[in-house]
């Protein structure tokens, strides 16, 4: 049998990464290391085409990922791994990323090509819904703030535009609420 029809009948005539039925293609994950069908994963033109291309990627097409990698197929686990590692600066990947498990060798497998992963020293500031947030964005506060030192109570819904972040610890902002400038803890927040 080919190596085309096992993965065919493996894949059962769909995406293996999307579940999708159209443009389907096999995509050889490297670096391959047996020539077989075990090296390789059914995908179709969309998913080839973001994995290939990075300025076509929409992280949210990859959200199928969160069926897809729990497949037994070793390359089907490389390939999720490598697309979830590439999106965590969206947030949600990040939560699949801890839910997937990979052993050794298809860990090793999927390190392989250097796909870079986020320096775990870094320090990352993030929303209550998980969003990253940077210097300059604008942020909503989600509860009533007591302002410790005054009497101003910053209210739920005020903007603060403009936020600066704390470079030692990834729970503080800094933005203006009114004329003053004030610490707000990120995970009352949430970015607009």
């Not at 979830?84 to 949600?92: D, F, I, Q, S, V």
């Not at 999927?110 to 300059?136: C, F, M, S, W, Y």
């Not at 704390?166 to 009352?188: H, L, S």
């Amino acid at each position: 049998m080919s190596i085309s029809k096992k993965l065919e009948a493996r894949s059962g005539g769909k995406c293996e990464l999307c579940g999708s039925t159209e443009d389907l293609s096999a995509y050889e994950v490297q670096p391959a290391k047996n020539g077989n069908e075990d090296d390789s994963v059914v995908v179709c033109g969309t998913c080839s085409n973001q994995i290939e291309n990075e300025d076509a990627v929409e992280a949210n097409h990859w959200r199928c990922l969160n069926d897809s990698m729990w497949s037994e197929v070793p390359a089907v686990q490389v390939m999720a791994w490598r697309v979830l590692t590439r999106l965590k600066a969206e947030g949600w990947p990040q939560d699949l990323l801890d839910m997937l498990y990979l052993d050794e060798e298809t860990l090793a497998w999927a390190k392989a090509l250097g796909v870079i992963e986020e320096n775990t020293t870094e320090i990352v500031h993030r929303d209550v819904n998980g969003v990253i947030l940077q210097a300059g964005d604008t942020v909503v506060l989600i509860k009533d703030l007591k302002v410790k030192g005054s009497s101003l109570v910053a209210k739920q819904g005020t903007a603060v535009r403009r936020i600066t972040l704390d470079r030692e610890n990834a729970e503080f902002i800094e933005g203006k609420v009114g004329p003053t400038q004030i610490v707000i803890i990120t995970k009352y927040v949430k970015k607009m």
